[in-house]
């Protein structure tokens, strides 16, 4: 039963429609991939999140309209984005819907070699490249602001044993709130839970998931993607009115 | 009933416990504001609150240790603060004692004349000085920042009859998210919705309310309490441990 | 007489190369306009900041490379761009090659009607839509942030007589720094003077300046300006090497 | 000779007067600290920005008003700050009188275990705690806003061979700017280098400096305090004016 009062106010924490995105191409290619992500990454992810209580759909490159209709989008409060090799065929006009959609008010997470994606490098505004090594070590992720919804139930840390680096510089704006700082043995540090905001819409970067580690069956990842998808996809204002306007009562 | 899946994630939204603190002192010696508050300021924001499903307790200064023990910090998730000619009779104590229940967590919502709070003052670094005006003309409430969950439900910008005016410069930090500006039709602007942390917990300074107006019955007012209360509420990280440590893997 | 000593440290405030983009067609189409800026927009702002020392150039859409070759790009420290009728007129090879170098440090100012150029428009992420009124009234503009190097010499605030409205909301991301926010006597704000980073380079949008008002002979205006050119212009670190990376010295 | 121009503007860069204090106790009890800064810290921060044509003086623990009097902060664009062992013997009319001074714009450097002084945690309103241990092993500071001038002539990283660590979480506010994050071979991350405002003040917290390793003797650390001087000695605004005032001209 939903309870609702005047003002559109609920009591009820949402359910949140997430459509996880996967170019799915590694999986498929890859024998050492395939034999980590069989069914591929988004349903590693559709799996792991299965607790959470969301409803969720996949999406991926070869489907049509990239998986990403008008359609689907109206329907997701949540987009989860996982690209690596074909960043490229992602066409204009589903950057251009994307962004869109994000700027109504659609949350977006981006994953790990999504930095480069289209759609990330187009909200940002900068060319989001960065230092890399897949060396398969250690990464420890820590804490830095735990006043974050997105850093319950995680500790002041956690670790990963095995997974692929990525150093600073990363070229993306200032986050407007930094949650997460990577440390790797090879010396490098790298800002791996970044939050921003883009018109009505939220968006959170978060680093882990080289394709060949499984790194998506990690509790800890996993709860960082399911709060990320409740912040994100939490409530948001009004649309805005743009262009020419009337003065109002002084 | 309250479903909880491991690493402690819970479907429901939670029920905030929420303890409304007020000097309680113009409502009792002022008969033009106790026309408006009869019952007092804190009394008025219990009803006003009331459909929003919070569990709710009321402080005043009058009351042994301020009416905030350590009990009543520990039971509470979300402090409202209404202060204005008192805030020097606020102990030491007093303010150590929810200083530190916000660095552990507590969400804070400093109202209007509580900018000069010793609490706000002590958690900003700052004096929170400002301009003010007493004409009770027009507030105009616009909204900065659409994505934030504060601005949920109350329009593009909302507007308040009467109130007190208050300009910039605001001596405060600059707002880790600026939420809401005031225009005034005197000629000043103010930031009026201004979201902090500190440590563990969130703070929200909303700027309405002054003591001789009907502000706090406004249901624009209220909607943006409401969700200021979920917002500052909302979930946090672990504690973190301070001090010498030892060396992790590498 | 410049004296540096070891890595790379002068004395000196460095002499900005300033270069002042102006689109040049309301000067040229509307005897109003014409008659306010005979020479241009782009005429009065040399003549303005003449005082203050730059090395300027001006460079207008009619020429070869609408004005912003490489070279031209390579030797500017700061671009200021005014435009309004021709966003669309940009080339995407000129849009790539002026983020490519506030990518590397060049500094950018963003006047008024250059919210909507494709150039800030790209390294926003956002449409940067607003709400405006063409009608020559009052603009004040409120210093909020009195620490900014920007804000020198303008006082607590300052008044333009008749300028156009813009108001909130301003689809932009948070600023990174908010320093000015306008007051206009029918009823809006706005956030009129804000900085952002991308990669290497500062980047300062300020709001005034419609065409038909002789905004752009107003000392404080061109003390923002002038301020702006030395904050934006400042010294930067070092352009980061990015991809593949060996493992440092634990 | 020093050309000025209407509004007060200079052509020249600013001599900056900077003090330096040092509470002055491990080197003058320590024969280990002895050992590396025989003149104390603050005497090597003199030599170590000779170059810099800083006007410089210094200021110790033992001096009458803890080596800052009125007078003396009066005559400070910049007050550097070391403290370790006596942070609680630093007057509330000290912290104070300095904390007013950085509201009225003096700049405020905080070098490493200053982070619990007094004067950093009133102006963070935070306990400013950390973990540390100390094992004088490598630490490698990453720069995370090239943009930004105090990142200026350091390269993409430098490294100190011999460091205490200091982890996360470190319990302030998310700084305003962070420019540099620290690595550690321990395991740990740092926010090293973080920018905030204070009123007309700006203030930078920089990481190292443990007294018993030669950090204020490399070329780096003494460029960033340099570049630092420069930065939170910049200009600022007008003081504001608080309190009751009259409409404005609409």
Redesign the interface.
């Known amino acids: 039963m939903r309870m609702v009062?005047?003002?559109?106010?609920s009591?009820?924490?949402k359910t949140q429609r997430v459509t996880i995105w996967n170019e799915y191409i590694h999986e498929r290619t890859n024998p050492q991939v395939a034999a980590v992500y069989p069914q591929g990454i988004h349903s590693a992810l559709v799996q792991g999140l299965q607790?959470?209580?969301f409803l969720m759909r996949t999406a991926v490159l070869d489907q049509p309209e990239q998986g990403l209709s008008q359609e689907v989008l109206e329907e997701t409060d949540v987009l989860i984005w996982w690209g690596h090799l074909a960043h490229d065929r992602i066409t204009d006009e589903a950057v251009d819907r994307i962004?869109a959609r994000v700027?109504q008010?659609m949350g977006l997470i981006v994953l790990h070699s999504g930095h480069r994606s289209r759609i990330f490098r187009?909200?940002?505004?900068?060319?989001c490249?960065?230092?890399?090594?897949e060396?398969g070590r250690?990464e420890?992720l820590?804490?830095?602001?735990?006043?974050?919804?997105i850093?319950?139930?995680?500790?002041?840390y956690f670790e990963l044993e095995h997974e692929e680096m990525y150093?600073?510089?990363?070229?993306v704006?200032?986050p407007?709130?930094?949650v997460l700082?990577?440390?790797f043995?090879?010396?490098?540090?790298f800002?791996s839970g970044c939050e921003?905001?883009?018109?009505?819409?939220?968006i959170f970067y978060f680093r882990p998931g080289h394709e060949s580690f499984p790194t998506y069956y990690n509790?800890n990842v996993l709860?960082v993607i399911?709060?990320a998808v409740h912040y994100v996809g939490?409530?948001?204002?009004?649309?805005?009115?743009?262009?020419?306007?009337?003065?109002?009562?002084?």
Chains 1, 2, 3, 4 share one sequence.
């Open positions: 009062i005047g003002n559109g106010y009591f009820e924490r607790p959470y209580g962004q700027l008010g187009r909200l940002m505004g900068t060319t490249d960065l230092k890399w090594r060396d250690r420890r820590w804490v830095v602001d735990p006043s974050h919804p850093t319950e139930g995680i500790g002041e150093g600073e510089f990363f070229d704006p200032p407007e709130k930094l700082i990577s440390w043995p090879g010396g490098e540090v800002r921003y905001t883009r018109g009505l819409g939220k509790k709860r399911a709060n939490s409530a948001h204002g009004t649309a805005p009115v743009y262009g020419e306007t009337k003065a109002l009562e002084p």
